[in-house]
């Protein structure tokens, strides 16, 4: 049994080794151009220019996770335990992010919660 880090897996998983972005969204705008979109955009900017950039951003460009968890689990309770193990680990994250992140900074709030094991950092690989 390997474990790797799971943000590793997913990245991975969707740019480099399964190619999943064009594999399973051939018409959406390649992951390099909403970067350098996205990249252009600085506090400079108009609100209304970069809402017309996310907004153009989000609709062309959309979100293909969930395959990972279906190409990676063929048994289904193995499939449901892993999507239901990682989505409780962003909410729990997300939750305590944005309740400790004013008082202690973002650095310092993921590694506490990464290291009271309330988001799960790793993904295990049978």
Request: aromatic share 10%; charged share 20%; with cysteine.
């Amino acid at each position: 049994m390997a474990t790797t880090s799971t943000c590793q897996v997913r990245v991975d998983y969707l740019l480099c080794i399964a190619n999943a972005i064009p594999r399973y969204r051939p018409g959406d705008m390649p992951f390099k151009d909403t970067q350098a979109l996205l990249g252009k955009q600085t506090k400079n900017t108009s609100l209304e220019e970069r809402m017309k950039v996310f907004l153009r951003v989000r609709r062309e460009f959309q979100p293909v996770l969930r395959h990972f968890f279906t190409e990676s689990n063929k048994q289904p309770l193995v499939w449901y335990a892993k999507r239901l193990t990682y989505s409780r680990s962003v909410a729990v994250g997300s939750i305590g992010m944005n309740l400790l992140s004013p008082l202690l900074g973002i650095a310092k709030v993921s590694k506490l919660v990464t290291s009271l094991g309330l988001v799960t950092d790793t993904y295990q690989t049978y």
